[in-house]
């Protein structure tokens, strides 16, 4: 069967498949009791007097937002816009985070809920002086958090490739300096892989940015990014130890545990991965299978909603 699709899905005229694709996303929302609204930028998912707003670039991600649309729309302060509650997740903009209202955080497209970076705090256990890797930082939220609570003494070293969610991360990292005093993190633009010879990278400017290896073509602007490995960056900051690795990169988790098992064993950080979906499959169990060959125990915590649990790691 997948592959007959792979032979006759690319015979199929592109608007054909446009129009499938927002036939079965309508039918999504409706049974989850919200209605689909197509404009010509974006799509505006409505429930009652709140709106979740996406851009049209970002439609793929249509029926994760219908799934999770609470979790996401009840993330951030919303406007008030004719009489309804807006969450406009559509382009760049700053957002006040419920949770954390510290500074207002500017956000490439879709918002971080807090709920997710407490999930990590439960398990990190972070406290003054603490080596913290933050892979796959977006817009730099958890980075920020994380750095308070290591305070000066500690550091939080963070990654992100996708340039746009860089340039976001940037700039909140750079705000919480002015406004926070942290000085504490080093944002670092790169992929962590398995070799540093570079990757391809579908730039979206989402939560979803990953490698074109796990994603395929045809989502967002093909960039060359630097890539490099664990073993490597312990290397480059001297690092002697790391206290805590939280692991978020859509996918490319298998490339990264994989090729740092030796270092993981030796080191023992504690660790929480987020699995993600890789040639239609999850990739809990393979990330399990290398943290285990790392002399690692694992729990799963439940996200709620239809999130994947998260992987907590324990040396």
Known sequence: MRLLKTV??????????????RKNVTRLAQQAGLTLVERDLFFDLEKADRTLRIAASHEIYLPHMIENFDYFVDSVVPLQVDGRFLVDMSSPRYHLLKGFADLPFLFPSVTEPYKTTEAYLDFAQLSEGKIVLDIGAYAGVTSIIFAQLVGPTGHVYAFEADPINYECARENIALANRWMGLNNISLI????????????????GSMGSSAVAITGSGRGDEVRIPSTTMAELVTEFGLDRIDFIKVD??????????????????????????PHVVGGVISTQRCCEFLEEAGYRMNLRNQGSELDPLIEALP
């Open 8 to 21: 006759v899905k690319p015979l199929i005229p592109r608007r054909v498949l446009a129009a499938r694709r």
């Open 189 to 204: 633009h790169k992929a962590l892989w398995s070799h540093n010879k570079g990757i391809v990278f579908s730039q979206e």
């Open 249 to 274: 990169i859509e996918g490319c988790e298998l490339q990264l545990l994989e090729h740092s098992i030796e270092l993981l064993s030796r080191m023992k950080p504690r660790m929480i991965v987020e």
